[in-house]
């Protein structure tokens, strides 16, 4: 083995080679054999270091890198990674100011708190009644070692594994028939905490340090829909405010045991220089009421169409709504509805706006959808086509 390398437990290992596409035959009374293509690899049933050792080089050599590189992903297997990096004109290497660094780790975790809480209910200011159920996330939730190339800091959030959708469900594209019922997992609490704080800092990128400009009511009512909060941005502007920092940067690694957002963006970086529009953001967040209940947004976990000669399909969106996990149906047009089904396969949350109808020991429903979008395309109101 290796000197100075973690080791990740056996039920990394086995979590690891679930979501890589190997298949287990059945175990023996020592252990399990695993195949891949033309590759075995025997895994024990009991932890042993020697052996879990052996088998990540077997599988760094079927995957060609380096062993350390594959242990780091083995071990990470179940957790979103969210790489923080603190960069400036010189490029911090190997320190950073203790105060700059004391700062860096308070401000990036009041602004995963603020998503944690953000990502249960949409709220422009939180005011101090952050989430339970999101902070729970966070204590569970924890810090890598820093790496060098500037100052980069990875927060681990740990994912728990759905429950693998049946592989004989059908698919829009069956030959036959288009399915009657398709269901999946609902997307796990934890993604949906990282989701929101990826896609809040895309948010206050795209609608406020690229347009240069202090956010409008429109704007700021997007920030709101994708999960910005005043806190959020207090916090990210207490970042690029320190004199040595230069620029600030997520990078996020997302855990295979749950489908990824194929289109959020991985990487998203902030000029120091944005801070003022930062700050200018967060006061207008402290202004702003909060959204509509009417509005929601959630990852697509159903799919319904009984009637061939029904012009519209239905879908059921697993979102947060008061403060608790629920279902809403949708009702879309059968071109949308073929849509929603590509936003679903791409991993895609979507944002749904209108009126819920509630139905006797029914999840609510929205008849007629007013807005219904992938949650990471840009668009304000006067750039939508009429429903």
């Not at 295979?256 to 194929?262: C, D, G, K, L, R």
């Not at 990852?299 to 629920?326: K, L, Y």
């Not at 979507?350 to 929205?366: F, H, N």
Request: contains cysteine; glycine residues 6%.
């Amino acid at each position: 083995m290796p000197n100075a390398v973690a080791l990740p437990t056996l039920a990394d290992l086995l979590s690891y080679l679930r979501t890589h596409d190997w298949s287990a035959s059945p175990p023996g009374p020592g252990g399990t054999l695993w195949s891949k293509g033309d590759a075995r690899v025997g895994v024990p049933n009991e932890p042993d270091d020697v052996l879990i050792s052996s088998v990540l080089s077997r599988i760094a050599r079927v995957e060609q890198r380096e062993f350390q590189v594959t242990a780091d992903a083995v071990r990470n297997v179940r957790f979103d990674v969210t790489h923080l990096r603190a960069a400036n004109d010189y490029r911090i290497s190997d320190k950073i100011p203790l105060g700059t660094a004391t700062k860096l780790i308070s401000s990036a975790r009041m602004m995963l708190r603020a998503t944690a809480t953000t990502a249960r209910w949409e709220r422009a200011q939180i005011a101090g009644s952050y989430s339970r159920f999101g902070d729970e996330v966070i204590r569970k939730s924890y810090m890598g070692h820093t790496e060098r190339g500037s100052f980069i800091i990875p927060v681990l959030v740990p994912i728990p594994e759905p429950e693998q959708p049946d592989s004989r469900q059908p698919t829009l594209y069956d030959d036959h028939a288009e399915p009657v019922l398709h269901t999946a997992a609902p997307e796990p609490f934890e993604r949906r905490v990282v989701r929101t704080f990826a896609q809040s800092m895309q948010a206050v990128r795209d609608l406020v340090v690229d347009p240069g400009l202090r956010p409008n009511p429109d704007q700021i009512h997007e920030l709101v829909y994708r999960g910005v909060s005043r806190e959020f941005c207090s916090a990210l502007a207490s970042i690029l405010n320190e004199s040595a920092i230069g620029e600030f940067e997520t990078i996020v690694a997302w855990s295979p045991v749950a489908p990824a957002p194929e289109t959020m963006p991985r990487q998203v970086s902030i000029s120091a220089e944005a801070v003022d529009l930062v700050v200018s953001a967060a006061e207008g967040l402290r202004q702003q009421r909060s959204p509509s209940k009417q509005t929601f947004s959630g990852t697509i976990i159903q799919f319904r169409h009984e009637n061939r000669d029904d012009p519209f399909g239905e879908i059921a969106v697993s979102t947060m709504r008061r403060g608790r996990q629920s279902e809403v149906r949708v009702r879309l047009p059968l071109d949308t509805y073929r849509a929603a089904w590509d936003w679903h396969n791409a991993g895609r949350a979507v944002l749904v706006e209108g009126i819920i109808r509630k139905s006797p020991g029914k999840s609510g429903i929205v008849d007629t959808p007013v807005r219904f979008q992938p949650l990471d395309e840009l668009m304000f109101p006067d750039q939508m086509a009429p429903s």
